[in-house]
């Protein structure tokens, strides 16, 4: 991305998420493991991108405040991609999660806007040259900007991730609780993205549910394949699925993990957001969808920790 204004940006446009792999790895494996762990700063680095409907930063960032706490930076009108565009940008720091807000004033160039988050490289080479090595394609090759570097990576399965570095290294607060990278894919796709994530983020599962309630995804009375990952990028919640899904599920890329549901939702509405789905309980664990001003869907969840 090159920036034209306010550096800060950066860690908006930058889109990525984790995978597991199965099967005893290698030795050659466990060093890329190891490897790939150094390059991770912290998941508050981890931001989500958010692209809203034009016109809709302000009332979007005072609801997602109003529901969650938090602050945010000046609105800046800027270019965060490596060709000609124009966005508006803010970056909001809440105690759920981080997120870059982009409300695009042209249109958004190719693959922008796909992306989900944006990863925080300690060596951002390092970074680019694991992510081939794990079988992730460079989608965008890395770019300078006014205050780094940055590229966009896909896993397999069709999963785009941005990859970014600073020259000065951010400091950001850590999160009060890590939000869920969440990733819907199918049976043919998840081992190979599994494998390639996992050696990638250095992560792990911990927790692999077969016969999950189809509930969790609007379809009650059926299962399909859950997966909790962890790693030094944050938390990533796979879904196996045939693809017959309800709306709004597979329009989310993150779930937010809140103390208080019900409570969380009434402030939701209070500020203009709208509930779309649930609260569905299971498993000790009760989960909404909600929609925010601008478009932004999200998923909120409490309890139930299932890694």
């Given at each position: 991305m090159k920036r034209k204004a306010m550096a800060w940006v950066l860690p908006a446009l930058l889109v990525a998420l984790s995978v597991v792999g199965s099967g005893a790895p290698s030795s050659a494996q466990n060093e890329d493991r190891a490897a790939a762990t150094t390059t991770a700063v912290g998941p508050q680095y981890d931001t989500t991108h958010v692209y809203v409907t034009p016109g809709a930063t302000d009332a979007f960032v005072a609801?997602?405040?109003?529901?969650?706490?938090?602050?945010?930076?000046?609105?800046?009108?800027?270019?965060?991609?490596?060709?000609?565009?124009?966005?508006?940008?803010?970056?909001?720091?809440?105690?759920?999660?981080t997120?870059?807000?982009?409300?695009?004033?042209?249109?958004?160039?190719?693959?922008?806007?796909?992306?989900?988050?944006?990863?925080?490289?300690?060596?951002f080479d390092t970074g680019v040259r694991l992510a081939r090595k794990s079988g992730a394609q460079v989608v965008v090759e890395p770019f300078d900007d006014p205050i780094g570097r940055d590229a966009v990576v896909q896993f397999p399965g069709g999963v785009n991730a941005q990859l970014y570095w600073h020259t000065k290294v951010p400091s950001y607060a850590p999160l009060e609780t890590v939000p869920d990278n969440r990733v819907y894919l199918t049976a043919d796709s998840v081992d190979a993205f599994l494998r390639?994530?996992?050696?990638?983020?250095?992560?792990?599962?911990?927790?692999?549910?077969?016969?999950?309630?189809?509930?969790?995804?609007?379809?009650?009375?059926?299962?399909?394949?859950?997966?909790?990952?962890?790693?030094?990028?944050?938390?990533?919640?796979?879904?196996?699925t045939d693809g017959h899904l309800p709306y709004p599920f597979g329009r989310e890329t993150t779930g937010y993990a809140v103390k208080d549901l019900p409570a969380t939702l009434r402030r939701a509405g209070a500020a203009g957001a709208k509930v779309l789905w649930g609260p569905y309980a299971s498993g000790g664990r009760s989960s909404a969808m909600v929609e925010f001003p601008g478009g932004y869907v999200a998923e909120l969840h409490q309890g139930g920790d299932r890694g």
């Open positions: 609801s997602w405040e109003a529901t969650f706490g938090g602050s945010h930076t000046a609105k800046v009108v800027t270019t965060v991609t490596p060709t000609p565009s124009t966005t508006e940008s803010e970056l909001v720091f809440s105690p759920v999660g997120l870059s807000v982009f409300d695009f004033h042209t249109p958004v160039p190719y693959p922008f806007g796909s992306e989900r988050t944006g990863w925080l490289m300690s060596d390639s994530y996992l050696r990638f983020t250095g992560g792990r599962i911990v927790a692999d549910q077969r016969a999950a309630d189809g509930g969790d995804l609007g379809r009650p009375g059926e299962t399909y394949r859950r997966l909790a990952l962890r790693s030094p990028y944050g938390n990533t919640v796979v879904s196996v």
